[in-house]
C-alpha cells in the first residue's frame, strides 16, 4: 500500500512547494512510483510542472461527491492527469470555493479526499502519494489530514512560528477527538531557510527544536535549509534540484535524498 504524506504550514513562504516538489523527484529517483496533489487554489506546485489548469483536482473531487456530480461538468482522472517521472493532479483557482461547494452535501466534508484517492485505487497505484498544501488549516488542509499518513512540516524558525506549530498539534489531536480518522503522524519537520549567522534565529531555532522534542520525541527535526541561490534558480527554470549538475547542486540533491530516506524509513515502519 502505498503512502499519503502532505506538507504542511499555515504559513506562506516556508517551503511548503519547494519541499514538496524536489521531495517527490527524490523519491522517484529512488525508483518509486509518485503521485503529487496540487491542493493550493494558488497552484504554485502546478506551475513548477507547467501543467495547464483547466481541468484539475476541483473538478474530480466535486465529481466525486454524489450529490454534486449532477450539478458539474463531468471530468476523469485520466483526462486531469499530467504524467511525467513525478504524476500530478494539478490545482486550480477553482479550488478556493471547495468549502462553500461542499458546504451543503450530507456526505463527510473532512473526508471528500480520502474516499476520492480510495475509489480511484492511488494507493495501490503509487508508492508515494505527495500532497501539497495552502497556507491555511481550512477544510481543505482538514481534508489533507485526513487522507494522508504522515505529515512534513517546514518552517522557518522565528518568533511566530512556535505559537504555529502548537496551533497545528491541536487541529491534529481534534481530529483524533472526532473519532472518525486516525490523524497522520507528523514524522518530520525541516527548518528552511535558515541563517545561521544570525544569532537571533539559532536561539529561536534551539527554543523551537526543544519544544518539538519535548511534544512528540526525538529525531523528527531534519538538519537545516540554509537560503539557497541555487534552489530559487531551478524553481524559477521550473526544475527540480535533479536536473542541474554542479557542486551546489549535487549538496541540494543530497538533501532531498535525505528527506526521502526519511520518508521511506518511516514508512517501511508503517507498513
Ligand atoms: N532554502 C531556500 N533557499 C532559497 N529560497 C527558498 C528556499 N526555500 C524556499 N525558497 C523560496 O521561498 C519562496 C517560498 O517558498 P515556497 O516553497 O513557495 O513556500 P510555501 O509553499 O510554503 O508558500 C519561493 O520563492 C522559493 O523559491
Ligand atoms: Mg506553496
Known amino acids: 500500500m502505498g503512502k499519503v504524506i502532505s506538507f504542511i504550514n499555515q504559513k506562506g513562504g516556508v517551503g511548503k512547494t519547494t519541499m514538496a516538489f524536489n521531495a517527490a523527484f527524490a523519491l522517484a529517483k529512488n ?7 496540487d491542493l493550493d487554489p494558488q497552484a504554485n506546485l502546478t506551475l513548477l510542472f507547467q501543467a495547464g489548469n483547466e481541468l ?15 450539478l458539474h461538468a463531468p471530468a476523469m482522472l485520466s483526462s486531469v492527469m499530467k504524467r511525467g517521472t513525478v504524476d500530478l493532479l494539478p490545482a486550480g483557482q477553482e479550488l478556493s470555493g471547495f468549502d462553500l461547494t461542499v458546504a451543503s452535501i450530507n456526505a463527510p466534508r473532512q473526508l471528500v479526499l480520502k474516499r476520492f484517492i480510495e475509489a480511484n485505487g492511488l ?12 497556507p491555511t488549516l481550512g477544510l481543505l488542509v482538514i481534508n489533507a489530514l485526513c487522507a494522508s499518513d504522515g505529515v512534513i512540516v517546514p518552517f522557518r524558525p522565528d518568533d511566530f512560528s512556535l505559537k504555529g506549530l502548537e496551533h497545528f498539534y491541536q487541529v491534529l489531536s481534534d481530529i483524533d477527538e472526532m473519532g472518525i480518522v486516525r490523524a497522520p503522524e507528523i514524522f518530520l519537520h525541516v527548518p528552511n531557510l535558515v541563517d545561521l549567522r544570525r544569532k537571533q534565529e539559532n536561539d529561536d531555532l534551539s527554543k523551537i527544536m ?9 529525531g523528527k527535526i531534519f538538519s537545516p535549509f540554509l537560503n539557497k541561490a541555487g534552489l530559487v534558480k531551478s524553481l524559477s527554470g521550473r526544475k527540480s534540484v535533479f536536473d542541474f549538475k554542479s557542486q551546489e547542486f549535487s549538496e541540494l540533491q ?18
Not at 483536482?57 to 465529481?63: E, H, S, T, W
Open 56 to 70: 484539475n483536482i476541483y473538478q474530480l473531487l466535486v465529481n466525486s461527491i454524489k450529490e454534486l456530480k449532477m
Open 31 to 37: 525508483g518509486h512510483r509518485v503521485l503529487a496533489i
Open 254 to 271: 543530497e538533501k532531498f535524498l535525505g528527506v526521502a530516506k526519511k520518508i521511506e524509513e518511516w514508512s517501511h515502519e508503517h507498513i
Open 210 to 218: 526543544e519544544s518539538i522534542e519535548k511534544e512528540l520525541g526525538p
Open 123 to 134: 494507493k495501490d497505484r503509487y508508492d508515494f502519494i505527495i500532497i501539497d498544501c495552502p
